[in-house]
Structure formats: C-alpha cells, structure tokens
C-alpha cells in the first residue's frame, strides 16, 4: 500500500522560503498524480498545486500560488518537492501530500476526492 510522509514543514518569515517534501514508501511513483493541498484553522481545503504522472509530468497552481511556488518529481527517490517562495501570513496552514492512482491520467487535477492517499500533514507557519 502507497504510504506518503511529508516534511520541511515550519516557522518563516513573510517573503521566506521552504521546501516540502512529500516521500513514498510501498512503490513507485508510476501512474500516480501528486498534489499538494493546505487546510488553514476554519477554511476549507484548497488544492495548490499537483504534477501529473511520470508520462507527461505537467503541473497544475492555483492562482493564489502561481508564481510563487513550484512543484517538481524525482522519480528516482520516489520524492515530490514543493518550493514555496515569497511567502505571506496567507499561506499558513497545513499542507498535506497526496496521490492519485495507481492509473494513467493526462495532466492532473486539484480535486481533493480524487486522491486517495494522503500524508499526515505538515505546517507551515509564516508569521513576522
């Protein structure tokens, strides 16, 4: 079974950066889109951002984030990274990993239902 953890989670200032990564263990990233999703105290959870599978490899931002964070793959360590950069109090949340498949998919999507593997989570604190 797919099991993914998330990390690089923590305290910045406004106009810092992070990384997150997002690892799996139980098998390969093959036929599975990944996306990043955040959920702040009282908010619904917003899609941020999502690659597709190993075939096509493009990426979806939502507006809030576009521009300001990237998402990328290394296949090899079975790894998804997000950069944040430019962050603002607005982007504190938890952010949380997850995987959509196992099938091939063109492109991907920030639909929370359509993932069905999700990490623990990992906040993000981003406060002068």
């Known amino acids: 079974q797919l099991q993914l953890v998330e990390s690089g989670g923590g305290l910045v200032q406004p106009g810092g950066s992070l990384r997150l990564s997002c690892g799996a263990s139980g098998t390969r990233w093959t036929n599975y889109d990944i996306g990043w999703f955040r959920q702040a105290p009282g908010k619904e959870r917003e899609g941020i951002a999502c690659i597709s599978d190993r075939r096509d490899d493009s990426t979806v931002y939502a507006d809030s984030v576009k521009g300001r964070f990237t998402i990328s793959r290394d296949n090899a360590k079975n790894t998804v990274y997000l950069e944040m950069n430019s962050l603002k109090p607005e982007d504190t949340a938890n952010y949380s990993c997850?995987?959509?498949?196992?099938?091939?998919?063109?492109?991907?999507?920030?639909?929370?239902?359509?993932?069905?593997?999700w990490g623990q989570g990992t906040q993000v604190t981003v406060s002068s």
């Open positions: 997850a995987a959509e498949g196992p099938y091939y998919t063109r492109g991907c999507a920030l639909r929370p239902v359509n993932y069905g593997f």
